[in-house]
């Protein structure tokens, strides 16, 4: 009797999932997802790497071209339109997080929005089309790291969007046009051989790339296997497959389709309210509540009374950087996060350019930092806290602690919360006319008829004073 396939249930999910699968739970959840990643990606078409990216990929041309975000009347072949947005939506760091470790959406909805021009004009892709396969880029993700323990902890070795968001890309793509069971299971072999990026580049201006390649393989991947490409009929059940990226792999057959559930059922994600790792968001909680034990009013933090600033968080040594130089540093930097917070109240977009970064008063306390790593406080994005402990000179202690912050899936963004970073994002770029329109369209997806109506919003050109807008 022969075992089940791993990679054959998978396909098997990918191509049999329909429109009646999806729950209410998971299309509100997964619309708040699309908003907010349209959001953080328009805003990230006016940071240096997407610019970067965005030039790089002017040598794609092709008859079928998709929107590059910001860039109305410049289109790019699909898989490149979707590196480019990828790129856009991790630029800064301000993309949502799930759990176990990864930033979901990225990868997979420049894809979709791609994919949704390119096709032909008949039939018509709804929004309920988009939603579905976009859940499906979503799902596959969730399940391939429920494989392996590693998956549960802050990543050290492989970034995972580079590893499960190159496959969610290509599930999600293989879903929207309609591949066949077999075109699905070579898809994911394709795309396993087009994953993985070490976490050596996290902070750094290539770290944005992980989340543009993902997408971008995920769709070539999609094309190979439409094109007869073959590949390792077996390769998420091999430790020399899929389980190469993760240690003590052990991959489950899915259930049959009569008795799927969504992992995004029972697990959020985490919106981020300022751009930055996010494990730095329980230090800047922990800091700002602090702080109000130092700051009263409008008054300055006395930095001259402050002996030493004791971080109890996490050992994660990707986000330990005791004097960051760039903007991408200060977004991967517990310490910095920690003396803004404790010097302006709060962190924001702005927080992160390098005038702020390499303020003498910022440098000074940076100087004042000490990381602490206590053994029950471990690198999982489920679990950790944060203690802020600021110890005077004059011998007074002030400590707060942080166990949830504001966005993360135990205490999720309201709606309002979540409509307003869109429009402080997206406003940067767009004019507040097609804001307000793109906030109707996503919330009444599962109703829309043609899901290529987002793309078209995207290409209106915006007024001069929107235009000229920076970060």
């Not at 471990?378 to 679990?383: D, V, Y």
């Amino acid at each position: 009797m022969m075992l089940k396939s791993v990679t054959a249930s998978f396909a098997k999910v990918i191509h049999g999932l329909k429109v009646g699968h999806l729950t209410d739970h998971v299309i509100q959840r997964s619309k708040r997802m699309i908003l907010d990643t349209l959001g953080v990606g328009l805003l990230g078409t006016n940071t240096e790497v997407f610019h970067k990216a965005h030039e790089y990929s002017k040598v794609y041309t092709s008859s079928v071209s998709s929107t590059v975000w910001g860039r109305p009347g410049f289109g790019l072949p699909p898989a490149y339109a979707a590196f480019v947005n990828g790129v856009a939506i991790h630029s800064m760091d301000f993309d949502d997080t799930w759990y176990p470790a990864t930033h979901p959406s990225g990868p997979v909805l420049p894809v979709l929005m791609a994919l949704s021009e390119a096709l032909p004009p008949s039939p018509k892709c709804s929004g309920l089309d988009l939603l579905l396969a976009f859940n499906v880029g979503i799902e596959v993700q969730g399940r391939l790291m429920h494989f392996s323990k590693e998956a549960n902890d802050i990543p050290k070795r492989f970034h995972p969007p580079s590893v499960v968001g190159t496959l969610g890309s290509a599930a999600a793509a293989s879903k929207f046009l309609g591949l066949s069971v077999t075109e699905c299971q070579e898809a994911l072999a394709i795309a396993v051989s087009h994953a993985g990026a070490p976490m050596a580049n996290a902070a750094t201006q290539t770290k944005p790339l992980h989340i543009g390649n993902a997408a971008r393989h995920g769709i070539e991947a999609v094309f190979l296997a439409m094109l007869g490409l073959q590949g390792n009929k077996q390769v998420l059940d091999m430790e020399t497959g899929f389980g190469a990226f993760y240690a003590n792999y052990s991959p489950k057959v899915l259930p049959d389709l009569d008795s799927h559930t969504w992992l995004l059922d029972q697990q959020d994600v985490a919106f981020k309210v300022f751009p930055a790792h996010l494990a730095t968001h329980w230090v800047a909680n922990a800091a700002a509540s602090v702080r109000r034990h130092l700051v009263t009013d409008r008054a300055l933090l006395p930095i001259d009374c402050i002996e030493r600033i004791v971080l109890r968080i996490p050992d994660v040594q990707y986000v330990n950087r005791p004097f960051p130089d760039s903007e991408h540093e200060a977004r991967h930097s517990f310490q910095y996060v920690a003396c803004a917070t404790l010097l302006d109240g709060a962190i924001a977009v702005p927080s992160f350019h390098k005038c702020q970064i390499n303020r003498p008063q910022v440098r000074e306390l940076l100087g004042k930092v000490e990381l602490e790593h206590p053994r029950d406080n471990l690198p999982n994005f489920n679990t950790l806290y944060c203690e802020v402990s600021v110890v005077l000179k004059d011998g007074a202690i002030f400590t707060e602690r942080c166990d949830t912050f504001y966005g993360h899936w135990r205490k999720p963004l309201s709606q309002k919360d979540l409509l307003e970073k869109f429009r402080a994002n997206a406003s940067r770029v767009l004019s507040c006319h097609t804001v307000e329109r793109l906030i109707e369209l996503v919330e009444n997806l599962e109703v829309v008829g043609d899901c290529s109506v987002l793309t078209a919003l995207l290409k209106e050109l915006s007024p001069p004073e929107v235009a000229s807008k920076s970060i």
